[in-house]
């Protein structure tokens, strides 16, 4: 029971931590707003900034495929075109290659070695994209205009996909690239999923005979399967979004070809190409515009990874 | 029996290929590793780190002035960055209710999946509009709004690890919240903290889209106020023109950046045992 005398200066103390405390939150509270006012800023400038070309073009410049400086015309078709196949080719390559490694590292390597395996595929993701393309233009190029593209016309040349003339620089060298650079993310995020998979499921297969494969097939898989979807996004998100090393081996042409082997141009690339180069403000409007279409395009695809991701490991929160 | 060889066999086969598939994904790195080297090596000369670059289609010269250009837009991001971003983490962690972090969170997922060529032309837009010129100072923005997320997400993820017991220890004693935060919450967190802030600068020194129309390059030394050479742009630059010199430096100055990148990943994920995931 507090006595009346001793009230007031407890009170005082009490308050005064009280004070220090709310100068703490208000501190952190400010800083953590920041980052919902630099990205409410960043839409707004995307937004202000593709203005003139937004009112000029309208709807018509996702569906156009002229893009003339000198007429000021401008249409972004070639280019989400370019970004679409690039993006699909790598995941083409990248999804069985990368869930089949997932498989090995949660389902059949030992602890330390899957471990190891996994740290070291994770390293991949942070080797700047800027390597990736520089050693893209001096190996992979030549490899694809010497071997690869020679070998899949010989065997396949009827195709109109894998028709016309090799240059090596084009839209199949860019998506063997960006395999390359979404393995980390497919790899990870699928294990993860995989190793999340109830111990039971993988037990009662085997118990009624399944082999191990057929148990990491019919038992583990579906089970994992969101996840693993989730993991598909992740890297499709990355996919869309990068530039680099897609810029410096797709071969910057701004039409539309149907050949995989022809060069062409992502959205990225064509801001990264021309950007500091652009004059007048309708061509700079319309290559804002552009970051305001991928901004859209992966902000999308992210908000589906994260959720498939949130929804099978059930921890709460993605990693972004 | 026929049936149970043939599952056998497909079982066999099928945890081959996933070994096989393994062995590929890993390989990719020793191979980057490896040709970086090779070609990289013969180039790396004292003139490489301190001469500034010759003219197009000269030998010799170095890229002097883009290692610390690149240190400078680095350095300035990591300066505005890691406060932010360490800040936001505290609140996520400690002072979160429920509605406004959930915003806060998603905010800042949402922010580090935006491409970095996007994040380029944000600098571009409220930085080298008003200045109307390149300049050092767009780069590092650029760079530091990528960082932000990056470290406020590890932060928060480092802070609430800390075991509830020291918490209530600390209160129990008599700690107010700030104190408890700032004398053993923080402390207890530091090894994850830190490497989550290496492994994101280690991230936005690699980063060359964001860089390409806000810092631009430069042929010379330059002040921050101007256009700056940095490694990655360097290495764009240099990679894809026409000389035969200049791809030698670039796979030189390719060679300095992925080691520097990757020492600091190695070194910051073996300062905590469980090893951290590389910022995604």
């Keep these: 029971m507090a006595t009346p005398t001793a009230l007031p200066r407890s009170s005082t103390a009490v308050r005064r931590r009280f004070g220090a405390d709310e100068v703490a939150y208000g501190l952190t509270l400010i800083f953590a707003f920041l980052i919902i006012a ?13 203005a003139l070309s937004r009112e000029k073009f309208g709807l018509g410049f996702i569906i156009s495929t002229a893009w003339d400086p000198v007429a000021e015309k401008y249409g972004a078709l070639p280019f989400i075109y370019g970004t679409l196949i690039t993006s699909f080719l790598a995941l083409l390559i990248s999804v069985p290659l990368g869930v089949g490694a997932a498989i090995y590292l949660s389902e059949l390597a030992p602890q330390r070695l899957s471990n190891t395996l996994t740290f070291l595929v994770e390293l991949l993701a942070a080797v700047p994209s800027v390597i990736y393309g520089l050693i893209a233009i001096f ?15 010989a065997i396949a040349g009827d195709l109109p996909v894998f028709q016309g003339h090799i240059f090596g620089y084009g839209y199949l060298t860019a998506g063997v690239i960006l395999a390359v650079m979404t393995f980390p993310y497919i790899i990870s995020v699928s294990r993860e999923a ?4 109830p111990r ?7 118990a009624l005979g399944a082999t191990k494969w057929e148990s990491t097939y019919q038992a583990v898989l579906p089970f994992a399967r969101l996840g693993i979807i989730g993991s598909i996004f992740l890297a499709l998100a990355r996919a869309l979004g990068e530039t680099m090393a897609v810029t410096m081996v797709i071969g910057n042409s701004n039409a539309i070809q149907a050949s995989l082997f022809a060069p062409g ?19 700079l409007a319309a290559l804002v515009e552009l970051g305001l279409v991928l901004f859209v395009l992966t902000m999308v695809i992210n908000a589906m990874a994260q959720l498939m991701i949130i929804v099978t490991t059930k921890k709460g929160s993605a990693k972004g | 029996m026929s049936r149970n060889s043939r599952r056998n066999a497909v079982n066999n086969i099928m945890l081959a290929l996933c070994g096989v598939c393994a062995f590929l994904t890993v390989s990719t790195l020793f191979l980057i590793l490896a040709y970086l080297v090779y070609n990289g090596a013969k180039s790396l000369n004292p003139s490489f780190f301190t001469q500034l670059p010759v003219g197009e289609g000269q030998t010799g010269g170095g890229i002097a002035n883009a290692i610390v250009g690149s240190a400078e837009v680095v350095l300035l991001a990591t300066l505005i960055g890691l406060p932010v971003g360490f800040m936001a983490g505290v609140y996520l962690a400690e002072f979160g209710g429920k509605t406004i972090p959930f915003i806060v969170r998603y905010t800042a997922d949402l922010l580090n999946g935006i491409p970095s060529i996007v994040i380029g032309i944000f600098a571009w837009t409220v930085v080298v509009v008003p200045m109307h010129h390149f300049s050092a100072i767009a780069g590092a923005l650029a760079l530091s709004v990528m960082l932000v997320p990056i470290t406020a997400r590890s932060t928060e993820q480092f802070l609430l690890e800390v075991p509830r017991p020291l918490r209530e220890g600390a209160l129990a004693l008599g700690a107010n919240k700030w104190k408890t935060i700032a004398t053993v919450i923080v402390p207890a967190a530091r090894k994850g903290i830190m490497t989550g802030m290496i492994l994101g600068v280690a991230r936005i020194s690699g980063e060359t889209a964001p860089l390409l129309f806000t810092s631009l390059s430069n042929q010379y030394w330059s002040g921050i106020s101007e256009p700056t050479a ?21 796979w030189a100055a390719g060679l300095v950046l992925l080691v520097l990148v990757l020492l600091a990943n190695i070194a910051a994920r073996m300062v905590i045992s469980r090893g951290a995931s590389v910022p995604r």
């Design chain 1, 139 to 153: 190996t992979l190029v030549p490899l694809m205009r010497s071997y690869v593209e020679p070998g899949i016309q």
């Design chain 1, 194 to 197: 995989l190793l999340a998979v």
């Design chain 1, 38 to 50: 630099v990205t409410v800023l960043l839409v707004w400038e995307l937004w202000v900034h593709s």
């Design chain 2, 230 to 250: 940095s490694l990655p742009v360097t290495i764009y630059n240099y990679a894809t023109s026409a000389y035969e010199d200049w791809h030698q430096l670039a």
């Design chain 1, 265 to 283: 141009q992502t959205i990225a690339a064509v801001i990264a190409n021309e950007f500091s180069e652009a004059t007048g403000n309708t061509y």
């Design chain 1, 200 to 206: 039971e499921q993988r037990e009662a297969a085997l």
